[in-house]
């Protein structure tokens, strides 16, 4: 199993932003997703956002919609600005690679190590 490289967490104060960055040994193919998931201390992990390799199609969660953006950064790595960050955003947040556009957590093969965003009031 390929493991993701996740960086750019960090602690900020509410309405401030973040940008993470993933990066995927080798390549990503075209034919590959990329999504951007999270997860609360005593929570299930929430999908945030995702981008279709080879047409640049988005899909966001409503938590992420108008806040968040999913980009290209290289051939091998993908990015989420996080912008307007409140306190409830606190999560450790995970890159993972998948072939389904899809929002589950099941149809993602490869997963990063995860980074800690925290969100100060």
């Known amino acids: 199993q390929v493991h993701l490289v996740e960086s750019g967490g960090g602690s900020v104060q509410a309405g401030g932003s973040l940008r993470l960055s993933c990066a995927a040994p080798?390549?990503?193919?075209?034919?590959?997703?990329m999504g951007w998931f999270r997860q609360a201390p005593r929570k299930g992990r929430e999908f945030l956002a995702l981008i279709r390799w080879n047409t640049g199609r988005t899909l966001y969660s409503d938590s992420a919609k108008g806040r968040f953006t999913i980009s290209k950064e290289s051939a091998t790595s993908v990015t989420l600005q996080l912008n307007a960050l409140k306190p409830e955003d606190t999560a450790v947040y995970y890159c993972?690679?998948?072939?389904?556009?899809?929002?589950?957590?099941?149809?993602?093969?490869?997963w990063g190590q995860g980074t800690q965003v925290t969100v100060a009031s």
């Open positions: 993972a690679k998948g072939t389904q556009y899809s929002t589950a957590v099941l149809d993602y093969t490869s």
């Open positions: 080798g390549r990503i193919y075209s034919s590959s997703v």
